[in-house]
């Protein structure tokens, strides 16, 4: 899943040019009142003048297709510029393109390397993809104790997938010492953020 669109403002105006700033918050108005073509034209300005937070709305607006023509080579060309330029959302979101092959060739080792680094930056479903791929062995060699490790860090950050992740490690004793109590606690956990299928094997493992 990428971290969609529209980033706060406040204090942009210190580290940028105000009229770069003016034009991003002009974008994100535009955005929110629907006014899509006249957003990614203001994101197209901000971006030009090296403002990484229009680069990356603008990205996810050619990767959707709002507001211009669906374009996932163009979002993957401005999401490349916006990690680069130290806008982490931006390394998250290019990982999930270069896992799914969306704009540039499929390479699973790029996406974990773009997700370690937005994971080493504090990004919560950077270091879930860094878990699930160290977990499957995608891009990197399969350590269930490194996956577990990053799924205990997210369950604790509130990531409802990283705790019925956890639950299934413990159930079956991978990368931890198996723990049926443990893996019943860790998918309640996740059936109380809203995950179903958490609900669902606790209560069978309860039986």
């Known amino acids: ?42 994101f197209e300005e901000a971006c030009d003048n090296d403002v990484m937070e229009a680069c990356y709305n603008l990205a996810l607006m050619y990767d959707e297709g709002i507001g211009v023509y669906k374009d996932d080579q163009k979002a993957t060309i401005l999401l490349t510029k916006a990690c680069e330029g130290g806008f982490v959302d931006s390394c998250y979101n290019l990982g999930v393109m270069y896992e799914k092959g969306e704009g540039v060739a499929r390479d ?46 997210t369950c604790n950050e509130g990531y409802e997938k990283s705790c019925f992740n956890l639950g299934v490690m413990y159930r079956d004793g991978q990368g931890v010492t198996q723990n049926k109590q443990k893996a019943i606690e860790f998918f309640s956990q996740a059936c109380t953020m809203g995950f179903d299928l958490g609900c669902k094997n606790a209560l069978l493992l309860k039986e």
């Open 1 to 42: 899943m990428k971290t969609f669109i529209l980033k706060t403002v406040i204090g942009v105006c210190l580290s940028i040019g105000t009229l770069h700033a003016d034009a991003l918050s002009e974008g994100l108005g535009a955005y929110e009142k629907g006014n899509y073509m006249a957003a990614s034209l203001f």
């Open 108 to 153: 699973t080792m790029k996406a974990f390397t773009l997700y370690y680094q937005s994971c080493e930056k504090g990004h919560t479903r950077g270091c879930y993809s860094t878990a699930l791929m160290y977990y499957k062995g995608e891009g990197v060699q399969k350590n269930f104790a490194e996956a577990a490790k990053l799924f205990q860090q």
